[in-house]
């Protein structure tokens, strides 16, 4: 089956440091991927659409300069936290769908867990 | 028996029992519907899909029922294991658009 890996799956750092969180596509190529936050006890809110060799596709309300997305190849995209601060504390995730016909689902990797101090 | 909790809704149940998650859909547009479960400290895992010209689709011990008439998406897990409990998600697929929007989320607790 696909399968999708992100890395770190932790992450602690200070105030004001950038963070990188990679998200992998291990068996298949993805034009598409797509980057999550999810708060304790809540569900997923979508905050970007990566799109392979183009501009990410941001959802109202997610500053593009706080979250930089890049999608350099079919199989990585990268979710950059810039100068983060404790309010950016969240669990964010990625997906991917596999190529072909839009009704497929999409699989996710297991998470990154950002800790802002 | 079923319990609003703070923030998740939760379903408790005993091993063996058949359980049945709800989710009510938003969008009439949508054509693509998606099961999900996510444990903790885990990413969502693919349970089950169903497109919108159907209307029951059965997998391993899951069965997902749409109807459409009244926006409304159940799952159906049988014989339900300690090792189901997890938060369940339903996600729909708006036609024209490449994301999915997400419930809200109920929580599955299973007791031995």
């Known amino acids: 089956g696909a399968v999708v890996s992100q890395h770190p799956s932790r992450v602690i750092c200070k105030s004001g440091t950038s963070v990188k969180i990679e998200c992998r596509s291990l068996d298949f190529q993805a034009t598409t991927m797509f980057w999550y936050r999810q708060f304790p006890k809540k569900s997923l809110m979508l905050m970007a659409t990566s799109n392979e060799g183009s501009k990410a596709t941001y959802e109202q309300g997610v500053e593009k300069d706080k979250f930089l997305i890049n999608h350099a190849s079919l199989t990585l995209s990268t979710l950059t936290v810039t100068s983060a601060h404790p309010e950016d504390s969240s669990f964010y995730i990625c997906?991917?769908?596999?190529?072909?016909?839009?009704?497929?689902?999409?699989?996710f990797g297991d998470g990154t867990r950002l800790s802002i101090l | 028996g079923e319990s609003v909790g703070l923030h998740l809704p939760t379903l408790s149940v005993q091993e063996g029992d058949n359980s049945i998650i709800n989710c009510a859909y938003s969008?009439?547009?949508?054509?693509?519907f998606i099961w999900y479960k996510q444990e903790s400290g885990k990413g969502p895992q693919f349970i089950i899909d169903i497109r919108s010209n159907m209307d029951k689709r059965q997998g391993q011990r899951v069965t997902v029922l749409l109807n459409k008439t009244v926006k409304h998406l159940s799952l159906q897990i049988a014989a339900t294991q300690p090792g189901d409990s997890a938060v369940y998600f339903c996600a729909e697929n708006i036609r024209g658009f490449q994301k999915l929007v997400f419930g809200t989320g109920t929580r599955l607790l299973v007791s031995p």
């Open positions: 997906s991917a769908r596999e190529p072909g016909y839009s009704n497929q689902p999409q699989h």
């Open positions: 969008n009439s547009a949508s054509d693509y």
